[in-house]
């Protein structure tokens, strides 16, 4: 995302701005992999949404000289969104900058860290409680394993967590025409995943001494697999029940694949290989240029310095039915103890 003319009148700092957008990573934050950024240019509109990726109907191309064209209908559809306005400030005593000059510190860099990370932080949590809240998915998109289907369960049969997996995959394959290829682990879920029984067994003759996120992305067939690290609580709000004990498959475009070579390593960019009128499980509107830095300025009233991030956005769901409930994946509840 580049400072457009207007912003650079409204006092964008370009350089400050490219920190926050291309540098700034965090890679334990991982829910964008399911909500890529996507720009838009009004602070409310139209959320393009898509009901499959294949139908699983194939069309006949062909046709005779002279003659008509096939007609392929093109099924998606739309609702309205509303951009949250979002901003942040980062503020700096005069005695305090000039001790960080001292230091060799870059007050401008270390601003774009601080903003970036607590909005980051935030924005994760927006993420989790659309992805993880089975109240957004349709029906027979999501299910609570019982008291002898969790996967850590003490039960003398233990679970196999590749027949819950594969049982999920196959409701969004029937509904969207394509394999879940994105496994997103609450905390405690990775690590009964981890030590189930099963898991162990088919990876002891490895050599590794303990379990990756790679190797259970690889031993169940996906492409990804992440797992949420957020606080339980935010202000007063228990985010514990909307990640830790949940497991979502989903589905989302094989495009983003190149950003996560050597690590969960995504800017907060958009991204040119993957546009808001692609099928995705969902998208981060945000306005074009933003996360956006502005100049810093002086404050007189606190002798300070001070720098403001705005980064007006809205998580959107789009891999939705016609009731814009999720089918783009399935959400496992209450696997463990």
């Given amino acids: 995302m580049s400072v457009n003319p207007y ?19 965090m890679p334990e934050l991982v829910l964008r992999i399911l909500f890529p ?13 898509f009901e ?87 029906t027979g998109h999501t299910a609570a394993l019982g008291a002898d289907e969790k996967f850590n369960t003490a039960s003398a049969t233990p679970v196999n967590p590749g027949e819950t997996l594969r049982a999920g995959n196959a409701v969004v394959r029937n509904k969207i025409g394509r394999d879940t290829n994105v496994l997103v682990l609450g905390d405690d879920s990775a690590d009964a995943l981890a030590e189930n029984p099963f898991v162990v067994d088919r990876i002891k003759h490895t050599g590794r001494d303990s379990i990756t996120m790679d190797m259970l992305a690889n031993l169940y067939n996906y492409q990804l697999a992440v797992k949420v690290m957020l606080p339980n609580t935010f202000k007063g709000l228990a985010l514990s029940a909307y990640v830790d004990p949940r497991i979502l498959a989903a589905w989302q475009p094989t495009n983003q694949g190149a950003d996560l070579a050597g690590g969960f390593r995504v800017p907060y960019q958009i991204n040119r290989r993957i546009t808001r009128f692609m099928a995705s499980f969902g998208f981060t509107y945000t306005y074009q240029g933003q996360p956006r830095m502005s100049n810093r300025y002086w404050d007189e009233d606190t002798d300070s310095w001070c720098y403001k991030l705005k980064f007006n956005r809205s998580a959107e769901a789009t891999g939705v039915d016609n009731s814009n409930k999720l089918i783009f994946g399935y959400l496992h509840t209450a696997c463990v103890v």
């Fill in 37 to 49: 950024i996507a720009e838009v240019g009004q602070m409310g509109g139209l959320v393009p949404t």
């Fill in 52 to 138: 499959s990726v294949w139908d699983g109907t194939e069309e006949d191309d062909a046709r005779a000289p002279g003659g008509n064209y096939n007609v392929v209908d093109d099924d998606w559809g739309s609702r309205p969104y509303k951009l949250d306005g979002r901003g942040l400030k980062y503020q700096i005593p005069e005695e305090k900058e000039v001790d960080a000059n001292t230091e060799g510190i870059n007050v401008g860099e270390r601003a774009v860290q601080v903003l970036m990370e607590k909005t980051a932080i935030k924005l994760e949590r927006e993420q989790a409680l659309i992805a993880g809240t089975a109240a957004n998915y349709a």
């Fill in 7 to 25: 912003e650079a009148r409204a006092g964008a700092n370009r350089l400050l701005t490219n920190l926050a957008q291309t540098e700034f990573m």
